[in-house]
């Protein structure tokens, strides 16, 4: 069975510093990855996918993501944060025709 | 253009009340629906998932039922709520799993 891990359950950084948020999954078959943003009572947003090839995506808003296969793992970046930047968000993982498995969620807090 | 409509925005129910959230989807055929539930501080739950019109699957048994009357309505129901079913719950549809999962904007639910 397939499984997320957000290490990080909150992370709290300042404004233009530069923020990673940790994704970690467990599958024995190959994998499409997604992050997702919420912001406050709002639905989610794909910020940007890993389906196949090169392992670094980029998404919109100034994000990315590495895909780690070795260390099954998708990590989301941005070399500096916005205050816009606060919101959860969410690692999913999906094998090819399953139903989605979402991660627990990291909560983003861009302090000025 | 593909949209999801979701609503009520926000719901106050009493104990002990009947439930019906709606979620319909525009611009597409045969779409997967989802039901997820966040509840206050926690990642999401699927409820609920739908890969044909009649055709329901419940992955968390509770006193919530769903429902597709039609190939883009999706209704999630309640005879009796509890105090543990208050939340955020969200609606999602998609086609192709590579593309990952639209979400609609989310419907609050308070019981009272």
């Known amino acids: 069975a397939q499984s997320v891990t957000q290490l990080d359950s909150q992370v709290p950084v300042f404004e233009e510093a530069p923020v990673e948020l940790r994704c970690n999954y467990s599958s024995s078959v190959s994998v499409y990855l997604f992050w997702y943003v919420q912001y406050p009572n709002q639905g989610l947003q794909l910020l940007l996918k890993?389906?196949?090839?090169?392992?670094l995506v980029k998404g919109i808003n100034g994000f990315e993501a590495e895909f780690n296969k070795s260390q099954t793992s998708f990590h989301l970046r941005k070399p500096s944060v916005h205050i816009s930047d606060t919101a959860e968000y969410f690692c999913?993982?999906?094998?090819?025709?399953?139903?989605?498995?979402f991660g627990p969620g990291t909560r983003l807090s861009v302090l000025p | 253009s593909q949209t999801i409509h979701q609503w009520p925005a926000t719901l106050v129910q009493p104990v002990g009340s009947p439930l019906s959230l709606e979620c319909t989807v525009e611009?597409?055929?045969?779409?997967?629906l989802y039901w997820y539930r966040q509840a206050a501080g926690r990642g999401l739950q699927l409820l609920f998932y739908?890969?044909?019109?009649?055709?329901i699957s419940s992955e968390v048994p509770q006193n919530l039922s769903a429902s597709r009357p039609q190939d883009r309505q999706f209704i999630l129901s309640s005879k009796k709520l509890l105090l543990s079913d208050s939340g955020f719950y969200l609606c999602a549809w998609s086609v192709r799993q590579r593309n990952g999962y639209t979400f609609g904007s989310g419907t609050r639910l308070t019981v009272v």
């Open positions: 611009g597409t055929s045969n779409p997967n």
């Open positions: 999913a993982v999906n094998n090819y025709g399953q139903n989605f498995v």
């Open positions: 890993y389906l196949s090839g090169s392992t």
């Open positions: 739908s890969v044909g019109i009649g055709q």
